[in-house]
């Protein structure tokens, strides 16, 4: 648990985060994200405003009894009492008490704007809000933390009145002082300013809250830190209202590995990219690939120069070992790709390409003739593993050999669709013919190529497929362009991605098809008769 001396990492997922357009966390969902968050040892975990949102009351009800954090502390949000209302008789205080969480987070206006013309009360009266409240949850046995709203936007009008509420909030008791960039408006060297001149006024652990607008989150919170806050709070994978918040994961890779910051125990860092993309598929929403430190794209090289690099040191193109934040270093193979990146690729993949200098010129040059006709294997690792294997002395041989495949599409007057595939192939030198329907042709195709398949290689009555993607590429007019499509198979203990690419969507999807059912074949090859 974090104590008054450590550095404050707080996640805000579950109540700012959940702000963010299209998201919806049932409570179960909450209940999860904050067993996420807790894996990662964040300090403090904002759950939600139990008495605004009845999903937020229900939440700390359950997390009472259904939350075991290991790291971290769970914290109710609040605002401080209503102008002219007691504390003891604010309805909406009460509910902040009744959560019985140990942490309670407490929203107040700092910018002299606000106070006027949204409260519509004096400035006094609102510093005797951050007072009282302040106090009542103190004598309570809480522990407070003030988020300052609007503050650097109300420095810039008065650089004295948001230090007001702060020293009035650490007089009344609070531990932090969160100074928020609600807007979101704020640059680095702003923030840095800032907090400086802050610092220099007020004695209490101050804090940052930084929204996303100039997508500058990540670097105000760190221009904060390097000014003097010791409490930084962030979202999961950035999310929040318009364009986000500061990224957790971002910040706690940055304060650790940059700054050199103990924030999080050192056996919690290498949790970050499976839990950002845990905490990514509760939210529905796909992973960012491009995403910082956890990305899967975050330490993938692509240029045959970077490759070249890494094949003599790792460190030369990367800006830290990716296994410290739970991430891997991938070789993308394209068109850029030189003999270095098919190299890599094939140490990645397991491939022993050790005096195949040969082999690895065909490949090389084979990628770039197909990547010109719409290929690529940044996705597809499965296609090119069966390329390159194809080029070495020991290649695995074909399953079958092609005679036709024949696919319709039936439309009856009920609106019912039929679609049907009939294959014929040879295996080991014997005709089968198999016809078989499916929701679709191509799910016809893949069901009688298995069909037709399955005596010789029984491992694929396993096999299914999970996700099927097009794309259009080189659109010409009409409907005359060229398809790439990227079909995900699995067979229930793994998966991968093959790619196929034609004028015809139904012969890009056999390309893409026949490469799904190798690569099964290539991974369990004892299972054949």
């Known amino acids: 648990m974090a104590t008054d001396t450590d550095f404050h990492v707080f996640d805000t997922t579950l109540r700012d985060g959940a702000q963010r357009e299209g998201v919806s966390y049932s409570v179960a969902d909450k209940l999860a994200v904050a067993r996420l968050l807790d894996e990662i040892g964040v300090g403090f975990i904002e759950g939600g405003w139990p008495g605004a949102l009845p999903k937020d009351t229900e939440f700390f009800a359950r997390a009472r009894t259904e939350l075991k954090l290991q790291h971290a502390q769970l914290v109710a949000f609040g605002?401080?009492?209503?102008?002219?209302?007691?504390?003891?008789?604010?309805?909406?205080?009460?509910?902040?008490?009744?959560?019985?969480?140990?942490?309670?987070?407490?929203?107040?206006?700092?910018?002299?704007?606000?106070?006027?013309?949204?409260?519509?009360?004096?400035?006094?009266?609102?510093?005797?809000?951050?007072?009282?409240?302040?106090?009542?949850?103190?004598?309570?046995?809480?522990?407070?933390?003030?988020?300052?709203?609007?503050?650097?936007?109300?420095?810039?009008?008065?650089?004295?009145?948001?230090?007001?509420?702060?020293?009035?909030?650490?007089?009344?008791?609070?531990?932090?002082?969160?100074?928020?960039?609600?807007?979101?408006?704020?640059?680095?060297?702003?923030?840095?300013?800032?907090?400086?001149?802050?610092?220099?006024?007020?004695?209490?652990?101050?804090?940052?809250?930084?929204?996303?607008?100039?997508?500058?989150?990540?670097?105000?919170?760190?221009?904060?830190?390097?000014?003097?806050?010791?409490?930084?709070?962030?979202?999961?994978?950035?999310?929040?209202?318009?364009?986000?918040?500061?990224?957790?994961?971002?910040?706690?890779?940055?304060?650790?590995?940059?700054?050199?910051?103990?924030?999080?125990?050192?056996?919690?860092?290498?949790?970050?990219?499976?839990?950002?993309?845990?905490?990514?598929?509760?939210?529905?929403?796909?992973?960012?690939?491009?995403?910082?430190?956890?990305?899967?794209?975050?330490?993938?090289?692509?240029?045959?120069?970077?490759?070249?690099?890494?094949?003599?040191?790792?460190?030369?193109?990367?800006?830290?070992?990716?296994?410290?934040?739970?991430?891997?270093?991938?070789?993308?193979?394209?068109?850029?790709?030189?003999?270095?990146?098919?190299?890599?690729?094939?140490?990645?993949?397991?491939?022993?390409?050790?005096?195949?200098?040969?082999?690895?010129?065909?490949v090389v040059d084979q990628v770039k003739v197909l990547e010109a006709d719409g290929w690529s294997f940044e996705a597809a690792d499965a296609s090119f593993e069966l390329m390159l294997r194809a080029q070495l002395p020991d290649a695995p041989r074909p399953l079958f050999e092609l005679e036709s495949y024949k696919t319709s599409v039936e439309h009856w007057g009920n609106g019912v669709v039929v679609s049907e595939a009939t294959v014929k192939v040879h295996v080991d030198g014997e005709r089968m013919i198999s016809t078989a329907e499916g929701n679709g042709p191509v799910n016809a195709l893949d069901n009688a190529l298995r069909q037709a398949l399955v005596g010789r290689y029984p491992q694929l009555s396993q096999v299914s497929l999970a996700d099927y993607k097009v794309r259009i590429l080189g659109w010409k007019g009409g409907t005359s362009a060229t398809t790439r499509v990227l079909i995900d198979t699995t067979d229930g203990v793994g998966e991968w991605t093959t790619v196929g690419v034609h004028a015809n969507i139904v012969e890009a999807s056999w390309h893409a098809l026949v490469d799904a059912l190798a690569y099964a074949v290539l991974r369990h090859p004892d299972a054949q008769d």
């Open 79 to 362: 605002a401080t009492r209503k102008a002219g209302v007691q504390v003891e008789d604010d309805p909406q205080v009460r509910a902040l008490l009744d959560a019985e969480t140990p942490v309670v987070c407490l929203v107040a206006k700092s910018d002299v704007r606000h106070v006027r013309d949204a409260l519509r009360t004096t400035l006094e009266e609102n510093l005797a809000m951050v007072t009282d409240t302040v106090s009542f949850f103190v004598a309570h046995g809480r522990r407070v933390f003030l988020d300052c709203e609007h503050f650097f936007d109300g420095y810039l009008h008065d650089p004295d009145y948001g230090v007001q509420v702060l020293e009035a909030a650490f007089a009344a008791g609070a531990e932090v002082g969160v100074m928020c960039d609600t807007n979101g408006g704020m640059l680095p060297m702003g923030v840095g300013r800032v907090v400086a001149d802050v610092r220099s006024r007020v004695s209490g652990r101050l804090g940052i809250h930084c929204q996303d607008d100039t997508g500058c989150a990540v670097a105000n919170s760190l221009a904060a830190v390097e000014a003097g806050v010791t409490h930084v709070q962030g979202t999961a994978n950035g999310y929040g209202e318009r364009a986000g918040n500061a990224d957790t994961f971002a910040l706690i890779g940055n304060l650790v590995t940059k700054m050199g910051l103990p924030v999080v125990p050192a056996e919690c860092l290498p949790e970050l990219q499976r839990v950002s993309h845990a905490i990514a598929e509760l939210a529905n929403i796909a992973p960012d690939d491009h995403q910082p430190f956890v990305g899967a794209s975050a330490f993938a090289h692509k240029a045959g120069l970077h490759a070249s690099a890494i094949k003599v040191s790792p460190e030369l193109y990367n800006h830290l070992d990716p296994s410290v934040v739970g991430n891997d270093m991938r070789i993308l193979v394209t068109e850029m790709a030189g003999r270095a990146s098919v190299e890599l690729k094939g140490r990645e993949l397991g491939v022993d390409l050790a005096g195949q200098g040969d082999a690895i010129g065909r």
